[in-house]
């Protein structure tokens, strides 16, 4: 079974500053995703960036960035230029590669970091 | 843009009540999903379905059952409420096909009393 942990329960920054969110996870598959979810205040879910196990290039979108260590089992979310908009929790998640059309999604989730962006 | 509802944001009901959590999706994806989220443990699977009519067990089905007759209908039943089951449901669906991301409804905070 895999495991994703998110070690940081809380997290705070400067707005402007760029802060790193850690996660690591545990699997024995070679071919896999990996995500990053936003969950603003009493707001619905987002995808923030994907990574896919496969690719040697870190992930970006935006302000957003990933720091991919696949022999380290480690996927850190970097926020540049943080915004207020920015403050929400954040979910590290697991989904190992699904073979063929219909097979199973099961994504694994870590137990999130609440960030928060001070003005 | 894909929208995921759920038929209500706060639900309080009592113990021992039959609890039915809708989730309509407009998409037409395959996959649908029902999570738990509690504080500091995450999301967790309840139950996922891949088809109409087709479901899986998540990592807690306990205490819970679903329904998918239509596509775009994924519905999580509690049989018997209990107090242990107060928590915040959230409904997912996504593609059958990459890049896997999930679409999430606004969830449904489920007071058991």
């Known amino acids: 079974a895999q495991t994703v942990t998110q070690s940081q329960p809380e997290m705070s920054v400067q707005e402007a500053e760029t802060v790193t969110l850690s996660c690591t996870y545990d699997?024995?598959?070679?071919?896999?995703?990996l995500f990053w979810y936003k969950q603003p205040p009493s707001r619905q879910m987002i995808l923030v960036i994907r990574q896919e196990a496969y690719k040697q290039q870190n992930a970006t979108e935006n302000r957003f960035s990933v720091n991919f260590q696949k022999a380290a089992k480690s996927f850190s979310l970097k926020i540049s230029d943080s915004q207020l908009g920015d403050t929400a929790m954040y979910f590290c998640?697991?989904?190992?590669?699904?073979?063929?059309?219909?097979?199973?999604?099961?994504?694994?989730f870590g137990t999130g970091t609440k960030l928060q962006v001070i003005p | 843009d894909v929208k995921v509802t759920q038929s209500s944001r706060y639900l309080v009901k009592r113990t021992g009540e039959k609890v039915f959590l809708e989730c309509v999706q407009d998409?037409?994806?395959?996959?649908m999903f029902w999570y738990r989220q509690d504080p500091g443990l995450g999301l967790r699977l309840i139950y996922f379905?891949?088809?109409?009519?087709?479901?899986e067990k998540g990592d807690i089905p306990e205490g819970y059952s679903v329904s998918r007759e239509k596509k775009e209908r994924f519905s999580l039943i509690l049989e018997s409420a209990s107090t242990n089951q107060t928590s915040m449901y959230l409904c997912?669906?996504?593609?059958?096909?990459?890049?896997?991301?999930?679409?999430f409804g606004p969830g449904t905070r489920l007071t058991v009393t």
């Open positions: 998409m037409d994806h395959e996959n």
């Open positions: 998640a697991f989904m190992k590669h699904v073979l063929n059309s219909g097979g199973y999604q099961k994504v694994t």
């Open positions: 997912a669906s996504s593609p059958d096909r990459g890049p896997y991301e999930q679409y």
């Open positions: 379905s891949y088809d109409v009519k087709m479901k």
């Open positions: 699997t024995s598959e070679n071919n896999y995703y």
